[in-house]
């Protein structure tokens, strides 16, 4: 059981606009920043958005983040084929001296 | 180019040890914070262990305390990860990973997969 809950799954077509949450708690994400990370199939995870709706270099504008309280989310909107992957969200935790993650969700692009 | 090399995987009896390392080449790596993160097949990520870019910050996922130990070589530009009492569910690949800020991770390597059979 994950300190952090995601959607397991979610699901798109292409073009759409799809959001994935991720809860947590006040020691968590209540307290400090939320990234999101992308894993392929069978590839290493890749950041994908850092301190809470930053994007790195590379990464596509239709990637997006928020956060408000103790919950975040990620937002894509232009769905695409190549997004069809695994995402999870993490934040330190204050309570536990570490990092927790989202339990992932794995998106489906119909 | 920024590159993360794991090495030192493979199949190891329940109550066996296994040191992990991980090669950093492309950046200056004694002033980074390093990580092991890893993942059980078919499930998700689990941060195992952060150590400070002088060592004198080290944490551990609690379920882990005791039995696993970071450390790194800045003049060898390598991190580790020590092992010990293997169990079945111990079984993941575990990956490296720089962190650009505090639990931030902006680089990871490919993994290398431990095998504990139950």
């Known amino acids: 059981q994950s300190v952090l809950t995601q959607p397991p799954s979610a699901s798109g077509t292409p073009g759409q606009r799809v959001t994935i949450s991720c809860s947590g708690s006040r020691s968590n994400i209540g307290s400090n920043t939320v990234n999101w990370y992308q894993q392929l199939p069978g590839t290493a995870p890749k950041l994908l958005i850092y301190?809470?709706?930053q994007r790195p270099s590379g990464v596509p504008d239709r990637f997006s983040g928020s956060k408000s309280g103790t919950s975040a989310s990620l937002a894509i909107s232009g769905l695409q084929s190549e997004d069809e992957a695994d995402y999870y969200c993490?934040?330190?935790?204050?309570?536990?001296?570490?990092?927790?993650f989202g339990g992932g969700t794995k998106l489906t692009v119909l | 180019e920024v590159q993360l090399v794991e090495s030192g995987g493979g199949l190891v009896k329940p109550g066996g040890s296994l040191r992990l390392s991980c090669a950093a080449s492309?950046?200056?790596?004694?002033?980074?914070?390093m990580n092991w993160v890893r993942q059980a097949p078919g499930k998700g990520l689990e941060w195992v262990a952060s150590?400070?870019?002088?060592?004198?910050?080290?944490y551990y996922a609690d379920s882990l305390k005791g039995r696993f130990t970071i450390s790194r070589d800045n003049a060898k530009n390598s991190l580790y990860l020590q092992m010990n009492s293997l169990r079945a569910e111990d079984t993941a690949v575990y990956y490296c990973a720089r962190a650009r800020q505090k639990g931030t991770f902006d680089y990871w390597g490919q993994g290398t997969l431990v095998t504990v059979p139950s």
């Open positions: 993490a934040a330190w935790d204050d309570s536990l001296n570490g990092l927790v």
């Open positions: 150590v400070s870019s002088s060592s004198t910050s080290i």
């Open positions: 492309g950046f200056t790596f004694s002033s980074f914070t």
């Open positions: 301190s809470n709706n």
